[in-house]
């Protein structure tokens, strides 16, 4: 398969990390075709966890070359801090990572309207305040700074200098707030902007290159189809194309490239940020969970809202998405609950339903309808057999496969790298 691309199949957070981790021995080049450092990609490496927000996780994978592409807004900050890092755990990096001269930059100016938009919104959105919204805004406004543009620093630095103080206006004067230090922003672009030119290439055409001499693709996604700008729950979701529709877009490889697209989701369901969210757990049982699966955000450490796994919103992602296999993480996470619930239908007051609705206010007046299964016990990390699992644990991701309605190929049952059922 020369190109596969993984995806969530929920709001994010479903454990991609690990799984392009996995998948990545089979591939030359991992990519990252959107989103930006508002993910958090976690993966344990023996005693080691890394948390990577840029770089896309393969980086794990000795010699395997990793892109960030078009369709990522690239903060320049937190890609050099996250080089560094990985240079000083000993992981190389030299000559592995690229980035698309056509991915547009975050700049201090998007952390402060990000900021100050979330403090002053009615109803705020709950972002991770990396710059995210501002950025893609701006691209889409068309006068975004690109990558490539590192390459000439006069016209980089009067550029910054333009959308900084075009920025200050609306800061001081709509936002009420204070502005940014134009000269400091400008010097620290600069600066960051010389350490980015050698990491700055055509992403696009090394891709076409590489598929033309017989090479493999792994396109990473980030957050998740619930996220996603289309169709995710709008406006609660991020700014791009969180789905196997950003691939397009964001890459510039044509659609008929993609070969298999895996889906990732939970075996229940998170959520950080506000917005819909039908399976939420009331009460002390969502503590139970999240502190069970240590759901805390890796990019914004915030506490993670926790629920039952949704068949509803997981089967309209896996339509859209032309979603070929499952994988399922976090397995090991729901032993010890006495009774498990699946949302397979959703009561409206027109009645049941399958679909998963387009309105927010629409989410305010359904009820999840649950099948309850029975829960199971017992350590699931040292599992490496479907069949070896417990007898509930099986009768669940049976009734999630049948439910959802595509083969599950992996199941994760712990952290480590490791601990996972295979095909
Ligand atoms: P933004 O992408 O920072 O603008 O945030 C928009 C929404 O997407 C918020 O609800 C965030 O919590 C959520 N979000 C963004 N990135 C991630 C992620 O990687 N995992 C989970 N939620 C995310």
Known sequence: MPVRCVVGLQWGDEGKGKIVDLLARDADIITRFQGGANAGHTVMVGE????????????????????????????????????QHLTERGIDVEGR????????????HHHALDRTRERAAKIPIGT???????????KASRTGIRAGEVRNPDRFASRLREV???????????????????????????????????FVKDTTS????????????????????????????????????????????GTGLPPRCLNEVLGVAKAYTTRVGEGPFPTE??????????????????????????????????????????????AITKMDTLSGLESLKVAVAYETPDGKTTSFPCEVDDFRTLRPVYEE??????????????????????????FVEKQVGVPLRLISVGKERDQVILP
């Open 48 to 83: 080691e966890t890394f948390v990577l927000h840029l770089i896309p996780s393969g980086i794990l994978n000795a010699g395997k070359l990793c892109l960030i592409s078009n369709g990522v807004v690239l903060d320049p900050t937190v890609f050099l801090e996250e080089v």
């Open 97 to 108: 990572v690229f980035i698309s001269e056509r991915a547009h930059l975050v700049l201090p």
């Open 128 to 138: 991770t305040k990396r710059g995210i919204g501002p950025a893609y805004a701006e």
């Open 164 to 198: 900084t103080e075009s920025a200050n206006q609306i800061l001081t004067r709509v936002m009420n707030t204070e502005p940014l230090d134009v000269d400091q922003v400008v010097s620290a672009g600069v600066e960051a902007a010389n350490q980015l030119k050698p």
């Open 206 to 249: 090394l891709m076409h290159d590489a598929l033309d001499r017989g090479k493999r693709i792994f396109l990473e996604g980030a957050q998740g189809i619930q996220l996603d700008l289309d169709f995710g729950t709008y406006p609660f979701v991020t700014s791009s194309s969180a789905s196997v529709l950003g691939v397009g877009p």
């Open 281 to 326: 757990i009331e009460g002390p049982e969502q503590d139970q969970l999240r502190q069970a699966g240590n759901e805390f955000g890796s990019t914004t450490g915030r506490p993670r809202r926790c629920g039952w796994f949704d068949v509803v919103a997981v089967r309209y992602g896996v339509r859209l998405m032309g979603v070929d296999a499952m």
């Open 373 to 398: 299964l029975p829960g199971f016990e017992g350590d699931l990390s040292g599992t490496r057999d479907r069949s070896d699992l417990p007898a509930e644990a099986q009768g669940y991701l049976s």
